[in-house]
């Protein structure tokens, strides 16, 4: 574990030093079998199978190019629940708001997530309110718990991965992460990039209904694509070999990467699932994806292999081969 003593803001960057933390501190004292999956939703043993999921959203600005804190809140959760194979049903809805904080920004976070909710066909069923003195918190923060219930016959483990499974990416990486820090730091760079926030289970509820050979899913939010594969190597033991040709970057993400240094496969998704799926399911489950106004550009991006055990390669636009690792410290923080 990291030699710091204190929390860093590394800390909560989907990287590195968060697994270390879950791992060396959460996991060591609160660790069981349900918890020790890591998913994004765990799955309780009741006698019809529910998922149940839990999240925080600090997000700095509370606003952003194409979404907001409370719509945030609301697609996070929903898509926690869809990608460990669970129909969102019922939201829970916490609020720890600033001193100060204007009655009318609440008011247009509450519309976001009332018009979210709706679209998403979730209902909000139990909450809680609770104001702090002003700087304990930066305005407004939320949190929110999910309870859905798992698709008849539908499995998603990093357990079912085998070589030769298809990995794909349901449309363009890097839009939410970049929105919400261009927001913050105001910068004109002329770009116009929309935060991807979208509730993904109208789109791929149907899918997991339809096609069988779906193994896997993850929504790759903090850490971006990236680390989410680092964490299916590392979970399987398996291989990773992605193709930089055949990962959808929009040319406005990839312009303002490159302005700022920064590498699209570690900026933060809120819109988009990583899936694996067995080879012979991988052209029906793109054609499917594809029929969908969110699914339009997704992608087949790579594959499982027996090679490169726990790793990540990619095989550049050069040519050449590049190791992915996971992400390192602070990429850009507060982003949900």
């Given at each position: ?275 694996i799926v067995d080879k012979s399911s991988s ?54």
């Amino acid at each position: 574990m990291s030699g710091d003593a204190n929390i860093l803001l590394g800390h909560g960057s989907g990287g590195i030093l968060m697994h270390e933390l879950i791992k060396n501190i959460l996991l060591k004292k609160l660790g069981n079998p349900i918890l020790a999956q890591l998913s994004d939703s765990a799955l309780l043993g009741y006698q019809e199978k529910l998922a149940f999921s839990t999240d925080s959203f600090v997000v700095a600005p509370l606003f952003f190019p194409g979404a907001d804190i409370g719509k945030l809140s609301v697609c996070g959760t929903v898509n926690d629940l869809v990608v460990a194979g669970a129909s969102p049903e019922y939201l829970s809805l916490s609020f720890i708001a600033e001193e100060g904080l204007p009655k009318e920004t609440l008011r247009k976070v509450v519309d976001s997530i009332a018009l979210e909710a709706k679209k998403s066909g979730v209902k909000i069923v139990t909450g809680d309110f609770k104001v702090v003195e002003r700087g304990a918190v930066d305005q407004l923060f939320i949190n929110t718990s999910g309870v859905g219930r798992i698709i008849e016959g539908v499995n998603l483990s990093y357990r079912n991965i085998k070589p030769h499974d298809k990995i794909i990416i349901t449309g363009d990486i890097g839009e939410h992460g970049l929105a919400v820090l261009t927001k913050r730091k105001e910068l004109d760079l002329g770009f116009k990039i929309k935060s991807d926030c979208a509730s993904l289970n109208k789109m791929l509820i149907p899918l997991l209904r339809g096609i069988k050979g779906i193994k896997f899913m993850r929504d790759p939010t903090r850490g971006g694509l990236a680390t989410t594969l680092n964490e299916v190597a590392v979970s399987t033991g398996l291989g990773i070999k992605i193709y930089e040709s055949s990962i959808p970057v929009s040319g406005k993400v990839r312009s303002a990467c490159e302005l700022l240094g920064i590498d699209p496969l570690y900026v933060a998704n809120e819109g988009k699932a990583v899936i694996i799926v067995d080879k012979s399911s991988s052209r029906c489950l793109l054609a499917g994806l594809k029929k969908h106004t969110l699914g339009r550009n997704a992608r087949e991006i790579g594959e499982v292999t027996n090679m490169l055990k726990g790793r990540v390669i990619m095989t550049t636009s050069l040519g050449t081969e590049r190791i992915i690792d996971m992400l390192a410290g602070e990429s850009i923080p507060r982003i949900c």
